[in-house]
């Protein structure tokens, strides 16, 4: 049964307190990828991905892999809200022994599909996932998201090129275009032009959305699940920190937590406390 | 004159014995020509993957079919396995999935092309990763056996083959052959030659000239260099007293680097490293370049003299 917009928006803000709680209470982490990811992440896991919470290693399942593995709060907090892992699972993010390691990691939570955190890799794997799928003839669909800082790696055009030679229909790529990077603005760091026509020029199809627009969203996703001829990318436009106003569009918090008082300003900005 | 093979052939072999497992899938990235895995590509195209010249692209679509219940086969060079060290190291060690890389080509032993293509640190790069079995055979036949029983491993590995041909060693001993377990090519008392690679039929010639001194050599086939068979190399040290390592790879990390570490908080005997002294080689034929290397046969003979000569 799918969400509707409203609770899809309303599950994207429950993810967005637990994202800034998770970051608060280990006092480090990325917040900023997180918050501009949840909305994709939430219509995605709602009502698209193909999963079974209570047995994540069913083998036809779709995959999910988060290839900007450090945005690992949102991914564990839709998990949680899945029911992948528990609401306590997410205290012990950073943690040691904590299933909820810093950057995602197969080998400790359910419900993640690879161990990312070095940038560059996750389409890769999709794409041995996704060939591993057609081996099989497999319905299942392969979703990767990536960073737009990330695709400054040369590894992702390697693999962007070889899943066009490879015409994997059943791999799509959801790219969080926050426009910041770890250091600063993607512009200052590294220009990467127009990026919907080096996909389209690798033979891909594209489509761009507004990525905090529900019902973009989900028309977006619906462009990715309806489209099996062709390897497709969603190009996400977003606002890195998106729902924390002084995280918003600001590159310090790529990877920084808020101290006590900036929580007290998040809480009540995402509507879990009173001004 | 015994039979003459390249390692590499042993390979593309052994790709075609495991071939109807439906499960065994092979990646290439344009060197299956060199590699040997153009063979199972011709028999079985749907279950090639052509990565193009993309050896980090190929390392990580591996670990997504081992992910997904396929046991992949990637090779390149040894030279170019090295570009994907991280791809290695993150998506595939720490991950543990069972992902099996061969490296053609490995060492200065491979000849013309010249430095750039001479792997001379692959086995010492691969060997600090956990998780991951490192191989390197010495003959086809060993190559193929040993490739054959990676299909069960269940790990993560790295196999090391040569381009040149050298001496077969193994017709009809093919049970003998199991990863890491070393493998007594000649027994003698007086030093024991562990070698692995294009550099064991050295120590055998070694072995032979050091017989005619009235000095006796055992020589071990040490083709799995992790997990080390340190029972083995116990044995050797506690029986001869006096070790020699040999091999076509950069004398800081590689095998005699293992054995060294093994020894030193063991059986601190004698032990005398032969291999590629930190330096780059250039281009010349494969007999050319262990000379020049100072690791053919007469420098072993040498080596396992002054190890004899410091026992106590």
Request: charged residues 25%.
């Amino acid at each position: 049964m799918s969400m509707s917009i409203s609770e899809l928006e309303e599950l994207a803000r429950k993810c967005r307190v637990e994202i800034v709680k998770m970051v608060y209470r280990a006092q480090a982490g990325h917040p900023g990828g997180s918050l501009s990811e949840i909305d994709l992440l939430s219509a995605l896991y709602a009502n698209y991905l193909r999963a079974k919470p209570d047995q994540p290693d069913w083998e036809d399942r779709d995959r999910f892999i988060l290839s900007k593995g450090h945005a690992s709060p949102g991914m564990y907090a839709i998990l949680a809200e899945m029911n992948f892992i528990t609401k306590q699972d997410l205290e012990s993010y950073r943690v040691l022994g904590g299933v909820c390691q810093g950057h995602v990691d197969m080998k400790w939570c359910p419900g993640v599909d690879f161990s990312a955190g070095s940038l560059g890799m996750g389409l890769s794997f999709g794409m041995g996932c996704a060939i591993a799928g057609r081996l099989s003839s497999s319905v299942r669909n392969v979703f990767v998201m990536l960073g737009d800082g990330e695709i400054q790696e040369g590894s992702v055009w390697e693999a962007a090129m070889a899943a066009k030679h490879h015409e994997l229909g059943n791999l799509k790529v959801i790219l969080d275009c926050n426009r910041i990077q770890n250091d600063d603005f993607c512009e200052n760091q590294m220009r990467m032009f127009d990026i919907p026509a080096k996909w389209q020029s690798f033979g891909w199809d594209v489509k761009e959305i507004d990525g905090h627009n529900m019902e973009e969203v989900v028309e977006g996703l619906d462009f990715l699940v309806s489209n099996n001829d062709n390897p497709a990318i969603l190009i996400a436009h977003t606002v890195k920190g998106k729902g924390v106003s002084y995280m918003e569009d600001n590159p310090a918090f790529h990877g920084a937590a808020p101290n006590k008082e900036q929580f007290k300003v998040a809480m009540v900005e995402l509507g879990e406390a009173e001004a | 004159m015994s039979r003459m093979a390249a390692t590499r052939d042993g390979y593309g072999q052994a790709l075609l014995d495991m071939a109807e497992n439906e499960k065994v899938v092979v990646l290439e990235a344009d060197l299956g020509k060199s590699t040997k895995s153009l063979h199972f590509r011709k028999a079985h195209p749907e279950r090639t993957v052509s990565c193009g010249i993309g050896e980090q692209n190929m390392l990580l679509t591996a670990a997504g079919l081992a992910a997904s219940g396929y046991i992949p086969f990637a090779s390149t060079f040894a030279i170019f396995t090295e570009r994907a060290f991280e791809q290695m190291r993150n998506g595939i060690a720490r991950t543990d999935l069972a992902v099996h890389l061969c490296g053609s080509h490995g060492g200065t032993h491979t000849g013309t092309d010249g430095s750039s293509a001479q792997s001379i640190e692959d086995l010492g790069i691969y060997r600090t990763l956990p998780n991951v079995v490192v191989l390197h055979p010495c003959d086809d036949v060993s190559t193929r056996v040993l490739t054959n029983q990676l299909v069960d491993l269940g790990k993560p590995s790295y196999t090391r083959t040569a381009r040149n041909k050298t001496p077969v060693f193994y017709d009809g001993r093919e049970s003998e052959i199991r990863i890491g377990k070393g493998v007594i090519l000649l027994e003698g008392d007086d030093v024991a030659i562990i070698a692995c690679g294009v550099m064991v039929s050295e120590a055998i010639s070694a072995a032979e000239q050091l017989a005619e001194q009235g000095i006796r050599a055992s020589v071990i086939d040490m083709h799995t260099i992790k997990p080390l068979d340190t029972d083995l190399v116990g044995k050797m040290a506690s029986k001869c007293g006096a070790i020699v390592t040999a091999e076509d790879h950069n004398i800081i990390g590689g095998l005699g680097g293992s054995v060294a570490e093994f020894l030193s908080s063991t059986i601190p005997i004698p032990l005398e490293r032969v291999g590629v002294k930190d330096r780059f080689g250039e281009s010349g034929q494969a007999d050319e370049m262990l000379d020049l290397m100072e690791i053919s046969a007469p420098f072993i003979v040498a080596a396992a003299e002054r190890a004899i000569n410091r026992k106590q």
